[in-house]
C-alpha cells in the first residue's frame, strides 16, 4: 500500500477521493513540520474531518511521520488522533533508538497506537552531505533484529539505499540485504521511504522480500506545486485562490491513483504468479 503526506484539506482531498474511487485502503501522514506549519491539533482535525466525510467504508489510515521525540508521539496521539505513529530514532545510537522507540511502544500500544520505528538513514535531498557512505548507512539485518525483540514495534522503515526526494540513490538497491532483514525478521511489515522515485520494478521486487507500504511525499509535492504555477502564469491576477487550489487538488488525485493503480497491478502480477506456481505444484503432485 502506499502511505501519502498531506499538508492541508486539498491534498488530503486528493488522496483520500483517489483511494476511495480505487477502494484501496491506504494511510494519510503527516511530518512534524506540518505540525509546526499548520498545529498538530488543527491539521488532525483536517485529515480526520476529511477521512470521516469521504472515505465511506474505505479503510484510510492516519499516521505520523518521523516523529522525532515524545512530545510529537504525545501531540500525534492526543491531539491529531492517529492511529500509529513513527519514532524516529535513526540518528541516534542504536542503544538510544531502542530506549526512546521502547518508550514510545509502550505508551502508544497502552493506546491501541501502532508504532513504527527506523533504523539505518534516509537521507534528504538538500539537507544532507552530497557524497553518501551507504554502508555506513543502511540498516544493519541484526541490529534491525535487535531492535524488534527489545522493542516490540508493528513496523519497520528500512535503509538499503533508498533516499527521501529526488536525490540520488543507491544505483542498485542492496535486495541481499533487504533478504536478510526479512529473514531475522519475518513478521515485521516492512516500510520503503523515499518512494516517489522508484518505479515499477523497483517496487515488485522491494514487494517480493517483504516490503508493505511506500512513502510517498516529493511526488505529490511537485504535482500540487506544478499546478499551481500553471494556474498562476506568469502574470498573477488571480483573485480567487480556489481556482488554482482546486486543480492542484485534482492534479494530487491523479499522481495517486497512478501510485495506487501501479500498486495493484503490480500486487494481482504476484498472486496470479503464486497461483500459477501452486496449480504446478499441484499437478506435479497429482502426476507422483
Ligand atoms: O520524509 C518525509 C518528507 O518527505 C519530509 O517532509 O518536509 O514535511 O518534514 P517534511
Ligand atoms: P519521498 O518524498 O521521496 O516520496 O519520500 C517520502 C517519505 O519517505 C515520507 O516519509
Ligand atoms: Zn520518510
Not at 492541508?8 to 488522496?15: K, L, P, R, V, Y
Not at 506540518?34 to 467504508?57: D, L, P, W
Not at 520503503?192 to 512513502?215: E, Y
Request: charged letters at 30%; proline letters at 4%; one cysteine or more.
Amino acid at each position: 500500500m502506499g502511505a501519502f503526506n498531506t499538508f492541508n484539506m486539498e491534498m488530503t482531498q486528493g488522496i483520500v477521493r483517489a483511494a476511495h474511487d480505487l477502494n484501496k485502503p491506504s494511510i494519510v501522514q503527516v511530518t512534524t513540520s506540518t505540525f509546526k506549519y499548520a498545529g498538530c491539533r488543527s491539521i488532525g482535525k483536517v485529515v480526520r474531518g476529511v477521512i470521516e466525510t469521504e472515505s465511506n467504508s474505505n479503510p484510510m489510515g492516519f499516521h505520523l511521520d518521523h516523529g522525532k521525540n515524545f512530545d510529537d508521539i504525545v501531540c500525534g496521539i492526543e491531539e491529531a488522533e492517529m492511529d500509529s505513529v513513527m519514532i524516529d530514532a535513526s540518528l541516534l545510537s542504536l542503544r538510544e533508538n531502542i530506549s526512546i522507540t521502547k518508550r514510545v511502544v509502550d505508551y502508544a500500544h497502552e493506546k491501541g497506537v501502532a508504532v513504527q520505528a527506523e533504523l539505518g538513514k534516509v537521507p534528504y535531498v538538500g539537507r544532507e552531505e552530497q557524497t553518501i557512505d551507504w554502508d555506513e548507512l543502511m540498516t544493519k539485518p541484526e541490529e534491525a533484529q535487535q531492535l524488534v525483540e527489545e522493542t516490540g514495534i508493528d513496523a519497520l522503515a528500512v535503509g538499503i539505499g533508498n533516499a527521501h526526494g529526488f536525490f540520488p540513490e543507491r544505483p542498485e538497491p542492496d535486495w541481499e540485504r533487504l533478504k536478510k532483514i526479512r529473514q531475522l525478521i519475518p513478521d515485521t511489515p516492512l516500510i520503503m521511504h523515499g518512494a516517489s522515485d522508484w518505479g515499477r520494478d523497483r517496487i515488485k521486487q522491494a514487494v517480493k522480500l517483504g516490503v508493505t507500504c511506500f512513502n510517498i511525499d516529493t511526488d505529490n509535492r511537485l504535482a500540487f506545486i506544478t499546478s499551481i504555477c500553471r494556474a498562476v502564469g506568469p502574470r498573477c491576477d488571480v483573485t480567487d485562490p480556489r481556482k488554482i487550489l482546486d486543480p492542484a487538488r485534482t492534479a494530487v488525485y491523479e499522481k495517486v491513483k497512478e501510485k495506487i493503480e501501479m500498486f495493484n497491478s503490480i500486487s494481482s502480477e504476484l498472486t496470479a504468479n503464486k497461483d500459477d506456481q501452486n496449480k504446478k505444484y499441484q499437478l506435479s503432485d497429482s502426476e507422483e
